[in-house]
């Protein structure tokens, strides 16, 4: 069945240092891949997406993530976390050209003075 | 542009009463999405519309939900009557056609006493 996981419910990371969020998909063909964050109170946010081409894609915010076929994953990440940053981030597939968009469960971001 | 216009922000109120979630599409985008968070389910994918066409509502969890789109830029999402197990975010989200990057609005969060 065609999923989308995201291993780690919870990080916490010190502000400063680098971060990367996890994310794996299980579809048998490459599907449409996006990154959203939800500050608390808040709608889902746009950080970034990657649809075809180059597998580097960057963000807002000094987001980046790349997608790596052969491990069917598309890790998010920023090289030096700010405390504005934590939030919870969701992963999401968009199958059969996206016209069927699943969502993973989402990883809560903290972040340390 | 504003983005997707949820309102109200926040409701409450008391069991057996109707609800109605509005939501304003951002200009020019023409497929509709209905989600509903819960801590427990995660972001569920309710209802979605193109052109004003209802297209999938397998989400719909019960006949007590329903959802229109009287415009091509508006829709109501209804609750009659509500239950406390429908306490949750609702979001709508719009798009260039159904394949189209999804935005998300700020919700509304729904408690049902």
């Known amino acids: 069945a065609q999923s989308v996981t995201q291993p780690d419910i919870h990080i916490t990371v010190s502000e400063g240092a680098s971060l990367e969020l996890r994310c794996n998909y299980s579809?048998?063909?490459?599907?449409?891949l996006f990154w959203y964050v939800q500050s608390p109170g808040q709608g889902l946010q746009l950080l970034l997406k990657?649809?075809?081409?180059?597998?580097l894609v960057q963000g807002i915010k000094g987001f980046e993530a790349e997608f790596k076929r052969s491990q069917s994953s598309f890790n998010l990440r920023k090289p030096s976390v700010h405390w504005s940053d934590a939030a919870e981030y969701f992963c999401a597939v968009g199958l059969d050209n996206n016209n069927d968009m699943r969502f993973g469960a989402g990883t809560r971001l903290t972040v340390k003075p | 542009d504003a983005g997707v216009i949820q309102s109200p922000r926040h409701e409450v109120t008391e069991m057996g009463q109707e609800v109605t979630l509005r939501c304003k599409l951002i200009?020019?985008?023409?497929?509709l999405f209905w989600y509903r968070q819960t801590m427990m389910r995660g972001l569920e994918l309710l209802i979605y519309f193109n052109n004003n066409v209802p297209i999938d509502d397998s989400g719909m969890p019960e006949d007590r939900f329903s959802a229109k789109m009287p415009n091509a830029s508006f829709s109501t999402l209804k609750i009659q009557p509500s239950e406390p197990r429908d306490s949750a975010v609702y979001f709508c989200?719009?798009?260039?056609?159904?394949?189209?990057?999804?935005?998300f609005g700020p919700g509304t969060r729904l408690t049902v006493l």
């Open positions: 579809y048998g063909a490459t599907p449409y």
């Open positions: 200009s020019g985008h023409n497929s």
């Open positions: 989200a719009s798009s260039l056609g159904i394949g189209g990057v999804r935005y």
């Open positions: 990657y649809f075809s081409g180059d597998t």
